[in-house]
């Protein structure tokens, strides 16, 4: 059991220059998350899913798209990448989006935008 | 609207020293609030939880209790070992909002 994993691990980028981010879950969890951490931020949600085919806006969602063609994925792209963008991304899931319910998270990807 | 307020870091402690980090949240209604910890070069792993009032989560000698009256759920250990060197972030369940995290450093 893999639990939450994300490809690449560390990526530089060339402002205006696109990537995608993989997570791949293999605990059959229905919602998936991206969050990115940045320094005395915290974890910010980026974009969520409720299931395979489904994707929503999280709190800083500009600037980046995702796609969930498969229930044990689910893809982070940034089209034209900023310095702004620079931070660490982390993929999560979770089995269901209960009151109590506990998410998964993968090692993280290190994105630097230069 | 939700958000988290964590005690800012970093706290430096030595071994077996008793540890608070304090959370306080603003939030509509009573969601569940949870700790995460992050070790170095690792992603969150759940810590503990508390899903309502006055429950107190308790996991590896950390707990917390969750105050509504004081809108808190603040963490505690009362040995810390130098394994416990991580930071730690306080979540609340609606949207998922995450303090700011706290790094803690023990010294033996």
């Known amino acids: 059991n893999a639990g939450v994993t994300q490809t690449p691990k560390f990526r530089v980028l060339k402002t205006g220059q696109s990537m995608t981010l993989l997570c791949a879950q293999d605990?059959?969890?229905?919602?998936m998350y991206w969050y990115r951490q940045d320094p005395g931020m915290g974890l910010r949600l980026i974009h969520y899913?409720?299931?395979?085919?489904?994707?929503a806006k999280g709190e800083v969602p500009d600037g980046y798209n995702v796609s969930r063609l498969k229930k044990q994925n689910f893809l982070l792209g940034l089209e034209s990448a900023a310095p702004s963008q620079t931070s660490v991304y982390f993929c999560?899931?979770?089995?269901?989006?209960?009151?109590?319910?506990?998410?998964?998270f993968g090692p993280g990807t290190r994105l630097t935008v230069l | 609207g939700n958000s988290v307020t964590q005690m800012e870091g970093p706290v430096t402690l030595s071994e077996e020293a008793f540890l608070t980090i304090n959370c306080t949240y603003t939030?509509?209604?009573?969601?569940?609030l949870f700790w995460y910890v992050q070790y170095p070069g690792e992603g969150l792993q759940l810590l503990l939880k508390?899903?309502?009032?006055?429950d107190k989560g308790s996991n590896k000698g950390f707990e917390a209790t969750y105050r509504k009256e004081t809108t808190s759920f603040h963490l505690e250990k009362g040995s810390v070992q130098v394994s416990d060197s991580a930071v730690y972030f306080c979540?609340?369940?609606?949207?998922?909002?995450f303090g700011a995290g706290t790094r803690l450093t023990v010294k033996p």
């Open positions: 979540a609340l369940r609606r949207r998922m909002r």
């Open positions: 899913s409720v299931g395979e085919g489904t994707t």
């Open positions: 508390a899903t309502k009032a006055d």
């Open positions: 999560a899931s979770s089995f269901y989006p209960g009151p109590a319910d506990t998410q998964y």
């Open positions: 605990m059959n969890h229905e919602y």
């Open positions: 939030a509509t209604g009573y969601p569940s």
